[in-house]
T-cell receptor, first 117, second 114 residues
């Protein structure tokens, strides 16, 4: 398994500000992802964090709004920029261990609950 | 379009009772199906994985079934405990979804009452 730590666990932010969420994995992983979980909705993939290169964003998500960094195999950050109340959500970091591509198991952090006023 | 539908949306049962959660999917071609448990304020944790050739798999009091012909899966919880209160998410892997083909259901919110 992999233990994933996220911080902050929760925050209350003002409209127009930006917040960076950090994700630390206890071992090297091949893939890291960022998800958004809104109430009553399924997890939505924001992007795949690529080590040493630009993240790969899913439809509806752009780098200017959600810049992502992944400087090494165990750490990634997600920034939610110029926040509005619609960005209030839980943001989850996830990772996949090497050699598990076919099984597709994802390990998740505990999430960062953002409330934008 | 790949879809995963879960039912019921929410469920309340008494401690000690059994329950069954349903997952219907239209993901094709199918690779595997996972059930995750998400406790309040925590990230999802995998309970079990079902591949095409598997019909039934148990993990303690949790038993998952898969019917690849009808594209249905169920998660049966036996002798429920208060700690089973959580959201249960069905995730199907196939081609066409994000993150190497994963399509997520919205989850079933299960509440176990004493």
């Amino acid at each position: 398994s992999a233990v994933i730590s996220q911080k902050p666990s929760r925050d209350i932010c003002q409209r127009g500000t930006s917040l960076t969420i950090q994700c630390q994995v206890d071992s090297q992983v091949t893939m890291m992802f960022w998800y958004r979980q809104q109430p009553g909705q399924s997890l939505t993939l924001i992007a795949t964090a690529n080590q040493g290169s630009e993240a790969t964003y899913e439809s509806g998500f752009v780098i200017d709004k959600f810049p992502i960094s992944r400087p090494n195999l165990t750490f990634s950050t997600l920034t939610v920029s110029n926040m509005s109340p619609e960005d209030s959500s839980i943001y989850l970091c996830s990772a996949r261990k090497p050699g598990t591509t076919n099984t597709g198991e994802l390990f998740f952090g505990e999430g960062s609950r953002l409330t934008v006023l | 379009k790949n879809q995963v539908e879960q039912s019921p949306q929410s469920l309340i049962i008494l401690e000690g009772k059994n329950c069954t959660l349903q997952c219907n999917y239209t993901v094709s071609p199918f690779s595997n199906l996972r059930w995750y448990k998400q406790d309040t304020g925590r990230g999802p944790v995998s309970l079990t994985i079902m591949t095409f050739s598997e019909n039934t798999k148990s993990n303690g009091r949790y038993t998952a079934t898969l019917d690849a012909d009808t594209k249905q899966s169920s998660l049966h919880i036996t002798a429920s405990q208060l700690s089973d209160s959580a959201s249960y998410i069905c995730v199907v892997r196939g081609e066409g979804g994000g993150a190497d083909g994963l399509t997520f259901g919205k989850g079933t919110h299960l509440i176990i009452q004493p």
